[in-house]
T-cell receptor
Framework: QKEVEQNSGPLSVPEGAIASLNCTYSDRGSQSFFWYRQYSGKSPELIMFIYSNGDKEDGRFTAQLNKASQYVSLLIRDSQPSDSATYLCAVRAGGGNKLTFGTGTQLKVEL | DTAVSQTPKYLVTQMGNDKSIKCEQNLGHDTMYWYKQDSKKFLKIMFSYNNKELIINETVPNRFSPKSPDKAHLNLHINSLELGDSAVYFC??????????FGDGTRLSIL
């Protein structure tokens, strides 16, 4: 079982719709969760981070964390073509610095 | 003005050669990282330094040797390059265990 799992996609949504990206993790000791966006040929860019159960909203982005079920999700409201990218979920266990990444979900927002 | 800068951006070399990649950050962070992203886009931690001290040393061939002369710089030297070393190498930095910020990457191609 992979430590951090994501559906590779591609996930296609129409412009203006809500895109829902999911991530599950295996280490129950994980405490910090991050979403990065990576455009093709570019570097990962931090979008959101969440440490506590529940929802965290930032503009069109909402991160949702459920530690009991060991999943974290990212919702993108009013999806735009510029949101088309690969979204990487990253998990940090305990108080250390090591991030474990999923393989990413490719999102395509279609006109 | 780039917060985390890597040089060179592209590196094309022959098998068996030795090469170095340099990274510098001007964010005042105390922790720096090297990641490898393979052809399937999987991003994996290799090394991390905190205030010049090695704190993460993943299972990486000893042909790879990191060096941190100060907390703003982290270099990666690779000996006897192999075909499997072809990848994008990302440098990242953070303040302690806060979110990590990535450089633009070095695209290494082994002929």
């Amino acid at each position: 079982q992979k430590e951090v799992e994501q559906n590779s996609g591609p996930l296609s949504v129409p412009e203006g719709a809500i895109a829902s990206l999911n991530c599950t993790y295996s280490d129950r000791g994980s405490q910090s969760f991050f979403w990065y966006r990576q455009y093709s040929g570019k570097s990962p860019e931090l979008i959101m981070f969440i440490y506590s159960n529940g929802d965290k909203e930032d503009g069109r982005f909402t991160a949702q964390l459920n530690k009991a079920s060991q999943y974290v999700s990212l919702l993108i409201r009013d999806s735009q073509p510029s949101d088309s990218a690969t979204y990487l979920c990253a998990v940090r266990a305990g108080g250390g610095n090591k991030l474990t990444f999923g393989t990413g979900t490719q999102l395509k927002v279609e006109l | 003005d780039t917060a985390v800068s890597q040089t060179p951006k592209y590196l094309v070399t022959q098998m068996g050669n030795d090469k170095s990649i340099k990274c510098e950050q001007n964010l005042g962070h105390d922790t720096m990282y090297w990641y490898k992203q393979d052809s399937k886009k999987f991003l994996k931690i290799m090394f991390s330094y905190n205030n010049k001290e090695l704190i993460i040393n993943e299972t990486v061939p000893n042909r790879f040797s990191p060096k941190s002369p100060d907390k703003a710089h982290l270099n990666l030297h690779i000996n006897s390059l192999e075909l499997g070393d072809s990848a994008v190498y990302f440098c990242a930095s953070s303040y302690s265990n806060q979110p990590q910020h990535f450089g633009d990457g070095t695209r290494l191609s082994i002929l």
